[in-house]
């Protein structure tokens, strides 16, 4: 079993930055991709960033691009989102999933995922 745990979240202004962790336990792999998606209510879920296994290639939504930035410490089975500039459109819970292949932007690519933190930006 993998347990995928997201922390970080929280009610912020707009303008205003947090950084959300997702840590990884249990079955170890030889590799994977680590993603982050948002669902805000009524609508689906989204992809909004990922990073391969190494780091060396990442991908973004294009509503995030140049606001929010991706890391990993493999070394931890950690996974970091540094969200910049948020805006109340960023409002959402947020997942953390784990992908046994290269990045991939649908949440069906993903086999493991954690519960979700909220976010809430205020205006």
């Known amino acids: 079993q993998v347990q995928v745990v997201e922390s970080g979240g929280g009610l912020v202004q707009a303008g205003g930055s947090l950084r959300l962790s997702c840590a990884a336990s249990?079955?170890?792999?030889?590799?994977?991709?680590m993603g982050w998606f948002r669902q805000a209510p009524g609508k689906e879920r989204e992809f909004v960033a990922a990073?391969?296994?190494?780091?060396?290639?990442?991908d973004y939504s294009d509503s995030v691009k140049g606001r929010f930035t991706i890391s990993r410490d493999n070394a931890k089975r950690t996974v970091y989102l540094q969200m910049n500039s948020l805006k109340p459109e960023d409002t959402a819970v947020y997942y953390c999933a784990i992908r046994l292949a290269g990045i991939a932007t649908t949440p069906s690519g993903y086999q493991y995922w954690g519960q979700g933190t909220q976010v809430t930006v205020s205006s």
């Open positions: 249990g079955r170890t792999f030889s590799w994977y991709t």
């Open positions: 990073t391969s296994w190494s780091g060396g290639t990442t």
